[in-house]
């Protein structure tokens, strides 16, 4: 046990990178676990469930109990017979049970909506942790694919720079050329540290959402045919408008404030209840009268019948139906948004699909043209500079294609979220497109 703790240590000081590697199902899962605002969501949810318990306990009965003892010490008596100190116990057991409460209907179901609500927004927080697990991941990469462009362009640059002074030295360019090139070489400097920048907020998004810190991580495999999605949109507004989260909600919100209108208006009707009280009084000797023991209960109805409370109950009534009203508009205001958003994005799909196909198209001409460059570069035929040119060409026409692919793979999961099609699988599915 003792080697295999040393040869655990060893592992980790060589290779570092490894426990801060991650691929994009990994960020997923540690999402589920770390992230805040999954727990502060699944915390509310269960508020909502005690709230529904506290609701429901108000139609059993209540029991108190309560009991006293006290010492009376007399120090002046005038009157007839004599007094001395005596103590007096008194114990008390009262019970009421509501008979008749017509706001608790209303609060019970109100209370069972909340928990519906609560439950759906732990599933949408849970679903757009999936997209924004992707979205984080995919913002990773291209950040990453960004350090590789600018470090190939300040390499470009510098040759540049390099030749150009060589050149000057010879007298074959002006020294207006040469500051040209040592310019263009500060500003390669500047933007690959802008580019280092980014990266470094982009693995800090990564860090707060998921917990955890990233150097390596996986890239898309450009050799791999991405999947191609057709919708339809009035199939997918349908199925929005039926199943989606923010909807539901919006539903339940009408739902939640139309009870609660209603256990407002309840508060005029009048209340019943069965009481029922049992008392024993224990006073020892002392008094004029001797000692005294009694025992007694109680059992009655009682009914309350509110009539007069300065308009207090007429505003909240009126408080709630407006609360009502904005609920309904709200509902109404997000279908329209939700089918302008699908409209949005099934058109943003369409034209994603065809710039994927152009993208991919401009990549391998790039490729092959690097391809050439460094086959003339062998035979004379080209420069340094111009194969570095032919690189840095087709690594951002790499970047480009697979920053239009990530993008496309993305909309794709976010449409799938309208169409509740959106799963755990959609993760593995995108996670098998990226190598390391």
Do not use: C
């Not at 295999?4 to 990994?26: C, E, G, K, T, W």
């Not at 002074?165 to 207006?176: C, H, P, S, V």
């Not at 994005?345 to 699909?353: E, F, G, R």
Request: charged content about 25%; cysteine-free.
């Amino acid at each position: 046990m003792f080697k295999f703790y040393n040869f655990l240590i060893l592992i980790i000081l060589i290779f570092p990178q490894y426990l801060y590697s991650a691929d994009l199902m990994d960020i997923y899962t540690r999402s589920l676990k770390h992230n805040n605002d999954l727990k502060i969501i699944v915390n509310k949810h269960k508020i909502s469930e005690e709230l529904y318990n506290q609701t429901s306990s108000t139609i059993f009965p209540t029991v108190s109990l309560s009991a006293n003892s006290n010492k009376t010490e007399i120090n002046k008596y005038i009157g007839a017979g004599t007094n001395t100190d005596y103590t007096t116990e008194i114990y008390s057991i009262n019970i009421t049970q509501p008979i008749f409460r017509l706001s608790f209907f209303d609060e019970l179901e109100k209370a069972n909506d909340l928990i519906k609500k609560s439950n759906l927004v732990v599933l949408n927080q849970e679903k757009i942790i999936m997209i924004k697990s992707a979205e984080l991941y995919f913002n990773l990469i291209n950040k990453r694919n960004e350090i590789s462009a600018a470090m190939n362009k300040e390499k470009m640059m510098f040759l540049k720079y390099d030749n150009s002074k060589k050149l000057f030295q010879r007298g074959l360019i002006t020294d207006a050329e040469l500051n040209r090139h040592r310019n263009n070489y500060d500003l390669s400097l500047i933007e690959y540290d802008m580019a280092k920048n980014n990266l470094d907020l982009s693995e800090q998004d990564i860090y707060i959402f998921a917990g955890k810190k990233i150097e390596e991580i996986h890239n898309l495999d450009t050799e791999i045919e991405i999947p191609i999605s057709n919708y339809d949109i009035v199939y997918v507004m349908s199925k929005a408008l039926a199943f989606d989260e923010n909807i539901k909600m919006a539903e339940y919100d009408v739902s939640i404030s139309k009870n609660d209108m209603r256990s407002n208006k309840s508060q005029h009707y009048p209340t019943l209840d069965l009481v029922a009280s049992y008392d024993y009084s224990d006073v020892s000797s002392g008094t004029r009268f001797g000692a005294t023991r009694q025992e007694a209960s109680t059992v009655g109805v009682s009914l309350n019948f509110p009539i007069y409370q300065g308009g207090f109950q007429t505003a909240k009534i009126n408080e709630a139906r407006y609360v009502y009203e904005n609920a309904q508009i709200n509902l109404d205001q997000m279908k329209r948004n939700l089918k302008k958003e699908i409209i949005e994005k099934i058109n943003m799909h369409n034209l994603l699909k065809k710039m994927i196909i152009a993208k991919k198209t401009d990549y391998q001409s790039n490729n092959q043209n690097y391809k050439s460059a460094k086959k003339g570069f062998m035979s004379g035929t080209y420069t340094d500079v111009e194969v570095q040119e032919t690189k840095l060409n087709l690594i951002q026409a790499k970047n480009s294609y697979i920053k239009t692919a990530l993008d496309y793979i993305l909309m794709d999961l976010k449409l799938k979220k309208y169409s509740s099609s959106l799963t755990k699988d959609n993760i593995k599915e995108i996670n098998a497109m990226l190598i390391w």
